[in-house]
């Protein structure tokens, strides 16, 4: 399986706001078939996310259509976080995008609506600072 462009950009912002890697990739088992979720953390020091698992799906948006990346992204999320919550319920699924993605689908309609009607939590991030901008749950 191919890494998502972003993949080391977002690795490293995370550790950078101190979460432990602990799967790279995450595996998901579900019968017969196998999900792999880019990373798997946890932050098990500090006082705010004391002892918080995460699972991050890491999503690049450079096909021609962002609705159908956005399409991709909103399907997959939405098939690991049911998967997830059968087999780590103590885990979170992020959708890991940079900060011109979200600024630029998820400030259009479609985006905004994305985000009021599902249960999608994103983390922005700056891919030449590798760094969190934003956690949005």
Known sequence: MAK???????RTALEKDGWLITNDPLTLKIGRRKALVDLGAEKLLAAE???????VEIKSFLNP?????LEQAV?????Y??????QEPDR?????????????????????????????RLIIFDPNKEEIVQWKL
């Open 4 to 10: 998502d462009i972003y993949h080391n950009a977002v």
């Open 49 to 55: 996310r004391e002892g918080q698992k995460i699972a």
């Open 65 to 69: 259509s962002p609705l159908h990346d």
């Open 75 to 79: 399907g997959q999320f939405v098939l």
């Open 81 to 86: 976080s049911k998967v997830l919550a059968q």
């Open 92 to 120: 979170i699924l992020y959708l890991a995008i940079t900060r011109l993605v979200f600024s630029e689908i998820f400030s259009e309609e479609i985006g905004q609506l994305m985000l009021s009607e599902t249960d999608l």
